[in-house]
């Protein structure tokens, strides 16, 4: 399978703060410190633009952090992984939680017959 498109690609743990670092995101996105961001959840996925407006924003370490309700909503806790996909064209971040990518990672299983099996 060939890629038709160019995200870049970050796994990163959350801490005990909301707050998820990634540094290759971070600059490929061209995001830093002070960065005011929009941050909302859509079918249990995550999506953060830059918005002058935004709500949020990038940490002065240069952090992500997500917002308590935002985590909640998700079911996010501390020390959980996050894949992160940055469309660097669209200046776009969409975070994927471990709950997505079971079910993503689930329904792939069983379209090549391995649901239910032990690998």
Known sequence: ?????????GLAALDD???LADRTIM?????????????REAVGLLVVHARPDGEFQVT??????????IRHRCG??????VLLAADPRQRQLV??????????????????????ESV
């Open 1 to 9: 399978m060939r890629r038709t498109t160019v995200y870049v690609y």
């Open 17 to 19: 703060r909301g707050r």
């Open 27 to 39: 600059r490929t996105l061209g995001w830093s410190a002070g960065l005011r961001l929009d941050i």
């Open 60 to 69: 002065g370490q240069g952090h992500l952090r997500l917002p308590a309700l």
């Open 76 to 81: 996010l806790e501390p020390g959980d992984r």
């Open 95 to 116: 975070l994927y939680p471990p709950a997505v990518l079971d079910d993503l990672t689930a329904q792939k299983h069983h379209s090549i017959g391995l649901a239910g």
